[in-house]
């Protein structure tokens, strides 16, 4: 049975994921893009995922430069979300969405006001179909402590923003792993 990429598109849409702006260096210029295919891999040494679409701008310089940071983006930033992937937005994607940045400890663009971001040296790609899977080790991390605990994270549901506007903590039942 082939399955249509549409279809796959709408059914993986069930999945709530975060969102994510990948960036890198492109010569002395900041460059990002909107990625939500973002996976931890490995505690030890700590290793994380990024699968970025080989059509993409972006792929050839992380390949190439061997590094990317990875911005997890705050339910405030969806104006950034927008522009990393490449909505028609003044400015640009081209100008680095007018986001403002600092380097990370390793040097990377971060982008200022994320909830967390990582630092991270590619130590292994795979090819996956019409993407390629970046494993990053983390060099460098952050969140915003304290600063985070009133901002939550820009989630993305069946092509649209979702914003926690209410949440019950509750403990994980069973047998706690050791």
């Known amino acids: 049975m082939d399955v249509e990429s549409g279809r796959f598109r709408q059914v993986m849409g069930r999945f709530a994921t975060g969102v994510t702006v990948v960036t890198t260096f492109e010569g002395d210029r900041p460059a990002g893009i909107t ?12 290793l994380i995922m990024v699968a970025l679409d080989r059509a993409r701008f972006i792929t050839p310089i992380v390949r190439e430069s061997g590094r990317y940071a990875v911005n997890v983006l705050g339910e405030g930033q969806q104006a950034l979300s927008d522009c990393f992937a490449h909505a028609k937005v003044k400015p640009g994607r081209e100008d680095f969405c007018g986001a403002a940045w600092h380097p990370g400890p390793k040097g990377l663009p971060l982008l200022d006001g994320a909830i967390a971001t990582l630092e991270c040296t590619v130590v292994e790609t795979f090819s996956a179909g019409d993407h390629d899977l970046f494993i990053g080790r983390v060099d460098s991390l952050d969140d915003a402590g304290d600063a985070a605990g009133a901002l939550g994270p820009l989630l993305y549901f069946r092509r649209r923003y979702l914003r926690i506007e209410q949440a019950a903590e509750a403990p994980v039942e069973g047998k706690p792993e050791a």
Request: proline letters at 17%; a neutral charge; zero cysteines.
């Open 35 to 46: 990625v939500n295919a973002l996976s931890s891999v490995s505690l030890t040494p700590p």
